[in-house]
């Protein structure tokens, strides 16, 4: 392996020093950390607007029950678009999931 190509080598000497190793390790770690934050925050999402899908139906039932004519209109006339929106939002999700485990 030739070291003048090597990433960590920020000011192209050719040789890798301790501090470039250092900046280049930081450099590294937070870049997994971001990677694995945003796992966690798209998983969190995905959850969420699964939840809210699933509690949907619910929220309709609620409103009716509690006599709120205009609240249950509402829900209803926003399921199509609200429906789609989360099936937008998982399918992006797993794709997203997919794509960069072939990636690897
Ligand atoms: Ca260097």
Known sequence: ????????????????S???EQMYLEFK?????????????QRKM????????LLYPFAVVL????????AQKT????????FVAVAGIVAAFFGSQAYSSNKK
């Open 18 to 20: 301790d501090t470039e």
């Open 1 to 16: 392996m030739s070291e003048s190509n090597h990433p960590a080598d920020t000011n192209g000497d050719g040789k890798v």
């Open 63 to 70: 409103a009716s029950l509690a006599g709120l004519d205009e």
């Open 75 to 82: 829900l209803g006339s926003m399921a199509p678009t609200y």
């Open 29 to 41: 770690r937070k870049e997994l950390e971001d990677a694995d934050a945003m796992r966690d925050a």
């Open 46 to 53: 995905t959850w969420f607007a699964l939840g809210g899908l």
